[in-house]
T-cell receptor, first 112, second 117 residues
Framework: AQSVTQLDSQVPVFEEAPVELRCNYS??????LFWYVQYPNQGLQLLLK??????LVKGINGFEAEFNKSQTSFHLRKPSVHISDTAEYFC??????????FGSGTKLNVKP | EAGVAQSPRYKIIEKRQSVAFWCNPI?????LYWYQQILGQGPKLLIQ????????DSQLPKDRFSAERLKGVDSTLKIQPAKLEDSAVYLC???????????????FGSGTRLTVV
């Protein structure tokens, strides 16, 4: 079975500060890992994904994530956030048959 | 490339009424998924189709939810009768084994927001 835990339901941060959104997963098989962003009243947009290879993955909008197999983590980071990054962020794991298992989401609130 | 199309965008119904949602996946994508996203939670898979066959419907409340993909292209998800706890966003996604998780290999639609009153 696969599952995802997002440790923070809300993360407040000031504009231009760095941010880290935490994600831990559990799986008995090799997995693919994803981060999605969801703006209010919009669908899910892929930020980045880890399929294989380099454990540091760069995505859109300046975000990056690092896959850590020993700690079963896939934390999302951005060195300097903007007001426009205010949204909800979902970590997801996928394995057999490409089914996605999502975390409960982290609301990032960027303050001026 | 056209994305996953869903309609309607919004729907408000009274409890015990029925409702249907429609999804048209990306052309050529054999696999289609329906997810339910309750407010404050991550999306949860309801059903997965491979062409017109069901791969996984273990999380689908079959006493009131049904889904079909008769010709292996577009799909309909129905709720009958609806309950208050069915209020959620219903997301459709499609994927292709050939393209895997490439940029267009797994795509979500914008969803249908259902409010049951």
């Amino acid at each position: 079975a696969q599952s995802v835990t997002q440790l923070d339901s809300q993360v407040p941060v000031f504009e231009e500060a760095p941010v880290e959104l935490r994600c831990n997963y559990s799986s008995s098989v090799s997995v693919y890992l994803f981060w999605y962003v969801q703006y209010p009243n919009q669908g899910l947009q892929l930020l980045l994904k880890y399929l294989s290879g380099s454990t540091l993955v760069k995505g859109i909008n300046g975000f990056e994530a690092e896959f850590n197999k020993s700690q079963t983590s896939f934390h999302l980071r951005k060195p300097s956030v903007h007001i426009s990054d205010t949204a909800e962020y979902f970590c997801a794991v996928s394995g057999i048959f490409n089914k996605f298992y999502f975390g409960s989401g982290t609301k990032l609130n960027v303050k001026p | 490339e056209a994305g996953v199309a869903q309609s309607p965008r919004y729907k408000i119904i009274e409890k015990r009424q029925s409702v249907a949602f429609w999804c048209n996946p990306i052309s050529g994508h054999a696999t289609l998924y329906w997810y339910q996203q309750i407010l404050g939670q991550g999306p949860k898979l309801l059903i997965q189709f491979q062409n017109n066959g069901v791969v996984d419907d273990s999380q689908l409340p079959k006493d009131r939810f049904s889904a079909e993909r008769l010709k292996g292209v577009d799909s309909t998800l129905k709720i009958q009768p609806a309950k208050l706890e069915d209020s959620a966003v219903y997301l459709c996604a499609s994927s292709s084994l050939r393209t895997g998780f490439s940029n267009y290999g797994y795509t979500f639609g914008s969803g249908t927001r259902l409010t049951v009153v």
